[in-house]
């Protein structure tokens, strides 16, 4: 399970463990032992910046409206929360 969240300056990634600062996002993903994303609750909350993120597939850029915006979730869960816009 992955929560997007911001920085507020006091938070490191868990896995270069570089420091990110205010306002960077960054993401908490539940894993389990093995590293492997846990889809329920449970399992251990690592947090991933950006970059890291980026190395484990769980952010990804994705264009709306014409902006590439960074985004962590799943597709499956981007066409709920994001539904795309009808052609014409
Ligand atoms: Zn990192």
Excluded at 25 to 40: S, T
């Amino acid at each position: 399970m992955r929560r997007g969240c911001l920085s507020v300056g006091t938070v490191d990634c868990d896995v270069c463990k570089s420091h990110i600062p205010y306002p960077e996002r960054y993401v908490m993903v539940d894993e389990d032992d093995k590293g492997e994303e846990v889809l329920e609750k449970g399992g251990k909350s690592v947090r991933y910046c950006v970059e890291c993120a980026k190395k484990k597939g769980y952010a990804r850029y994705k264009e709306i409206k014409g902006e590439m915006v960074l985004t962590f979730l799943r597709e499956s869960e981007c066409s709920i929360t994001e539904p795309l816009p009808d052609k014409p």
